[in-house]
Structures are given as C-alpha cells and as structure tokens.
C-alpha cells in the first residue's frame, strides 16, 4: 500500500501527466470559485431581504448584514471542507480518470495490453455517480456531524473512506475486469479497499492539495487494483520503470 501511494505520487512529475494536472488546476479553481461567487451573491440577497422584512435601517441593518456574511462564511467553509471533496472527486475523475490510467501503465505496467476503451457516457456517468453518493450521504450526515461533533471526524472519514475505495476501485477495475469479476474482487480484499479509500478521504481533507487528490488516488487504486488482479491469477505485479 505504501509503495503504490508512493508510485502515485511520483506519478505527478510524468511528462504525461503534467496536461491533466493543469486542466485539473484550472477546472478545480474555476468550480470553487464558481461556488464561493455564487454563495456570496446569495448571502448578499438574503442579508438585504431579511434587512426589509424585519424593518431595519442605518446601524442595526449594518450589524445584520455582517452577521450574515460572518454565519454565511463559516457555514460556506464547512460546507466547501465536508462537500467539495466529493464534489471534485467525482468530476475531475469522470473527465480524466483514463487519461491518468493510460500514463500510469506506461510508466509502470508496459506488459499490459490495450484496456477496454471506456465511452465518454460512460466515464462522465461513473464520476457523476461518485458525485451524488459522496455529496449526497454527506448531506444527509451533515446533522449529525453537528449534533455528534467528538464522532463527526470518524464517522466522515470511515464513511467517506468506503466510498471511495468502493468508487474508485470500480471505476478503475472496470477498465479490465468484468462487472461481476469486479464486484467479486473487491468483496474478496473488502479491507485492502476500504483501508485504499481511507487514504484518499485523508488527502482529501488537505486543502489547496485536494485539488489534484482525484489524480493521485486514481493512481494509486490503479496499483492497489494491479496488485490485487495479479495476486489473484498468481502473478507478480513488475517493478516500476
């Protein structure tokens, strides 16, 4: 497991990885600065409507507007720490998961022969559907994040860490493996994925970093997945180029 986190992220200074780095930087920056915009116009349009329906004017209007913004802008943060995780995983992996595929087994896995070539359709379908699993359960956990606050951080990262082995080891998996195969391999090592999942959760959490996360944990489970596949027909995984 160490050696394919490693693998990963030495993955980061591959010639070929370096373009979707970039689009990664680039449609991460653009989406949270999309989100914070857009949250701040609204703040901004609740503060003046709620100023007009209580009636108030010159210094109380002045107040109720900065508790506002203050409230707003602590709520945006935890929302943006709990949310945008999931909310890039599931993009930025839908768009470039292949991509970040193919330049790791040249670089590591040359023996390997031509993968499943996976439609577009597709491929946007598996991020958007780690998308709405992630950004969903953690909505509807957001409650007892706040109510169980001394648990929030076991129950996110356990949550959050099966997720995404699940997710990710799929959407990885999928690439060679039968659909059934696929479920049946991950059954079979359910602990090696889970304990992979955490992983990224944990890289998640880091800020400005878990921008270009979704890359390496795509890495990393593409080792984590070949390690597993070739144990299971009793081969040796190659050494990294």
Same mark, same amino acid.
């Given at each position: 497991?160490?050696?394919?986190?490693? !693998?990963?992220?030495?993955?980061?200074?591959?010639?070929?990885?370096?373009?979707?780095?970039?689009?990664?930087?680039?449609?991460?920056?653009?989406?949270?600065?999309?989100?914070?915009?857009?949250?701040?116009?609204?703040?901004?349009?609740?503060?003046?409507?709620?100023?007009?329906?209580?009636?108030?004017?010159? *210094?109380? %209007?002045?107040?109720?507007?900065?508790?506002?913004?203050?409230?707003?802008?602590?709520?945006?943060? *935890?929302?943006?720490?709990?949310?945008?995780?999931?909310?890039?995983?599931?993009?930025?992996?839908?768009? &470039?998961?292949? !991509?970040?595929?193919?330049?790791?087994?040249?670089?590591?896995?040359?023996?390997?022969?031509?993968?499943?070539?996976?439609?577009?359709?597709?491929?946007?379908?598996d991020g958007l559907k780690l998308l709405t699993v992630t950004v969903g359960l953690n909505l509807l956990l957001l409650p007892l994040y706040l109510i169980a606050a001394p648990l929030a951080p076991f129950v996110f990262f356990g949550v959050n860490g099966y997720l995404f082995g699940r997710?990710?080891?799929?959407?990885?998996?999928?690439?060679?493996?039968?659909?059934?195969?696929?479920?049946?391999?991950?059954?079979?090592?359910?602990? !090696?994925?889970? &304990?992979?999942?955490?992983?990224? %959760?944990?890289?998640?959490?880091?800020?400005? *970093?878990?921008?270009?996360?979704?890359?390496? %944990?795509?890495? *990393?489970?593409?080792?984590? &997945?070949?390690?597993?596949?070739? !144990?299971?027909?009793?081969?040796?995984?190659?050494?990294?180029?």
């Amino acid at each position: 497991m160490v050696s394919a986190l490693s !693998k990963a992220f030495g993955q980061l200074s591959d010639p070929a990885s370096r373009r979707v780095i970039w689009l990664t930087l680039t449609l991460s920056a653009g989406l949270l600065m999309l989100v914070w915009a857009l949250a701040a116009w609204g703040l901004s349009a609740g503060a003046a409507g709620l100023q007009s329906w209580l009636g108030v004017e010159g *210094f109380w %209007a002045g107040l109720l507007e900065w508790l506002v913004g203050l409230g707003g802008f602590v709520a945006l943060l *935890f929302a943006s720490a709990i949310l945008f995780p999931g909310v890039a995983a599931g993009i930025i992996s839908g768009l &470039f998961i292949d !991509k970040v595929c193919q330049a790791v087994e040249a670089r590591h896995y040359p023996d390997l022969p031509p993968a499943r070539e996976q439609p577009f359709g597709e491929a946007v379908g598996d991020g958007l559907k780690l998308l709405t699993v992630t950004v969903g359960l953690n909505l509807l956990l957001l409650p007892l994040y706040l109510i169980a606050a001394p648990l929030a951080p076991f129950v996110f990262f356990g949550v959050n860490g099966y997720l995404f082995g699940r997710e990710y080891f799929e959407m990885i998996a999928v690439r060679r493996t039968a659909s059934n195969q696929v479920r049946d391999l991950r059954q079979q090592n359910g602990g !090696k994925v889970f &304990f992979a999942g955490l992983v990224i %959760a944990l890289l998640m959490w880091i800020p400005i *970093f878990n921008i270009i996360v979704p890359l390496v %944990a795509a890495a *990393f489970m593409l080792h984590v &997945f070949e390690g597993l596949r070739r !144990k299971s027909v009793g081969a040796s995984v190659p050494s990294p180029a």
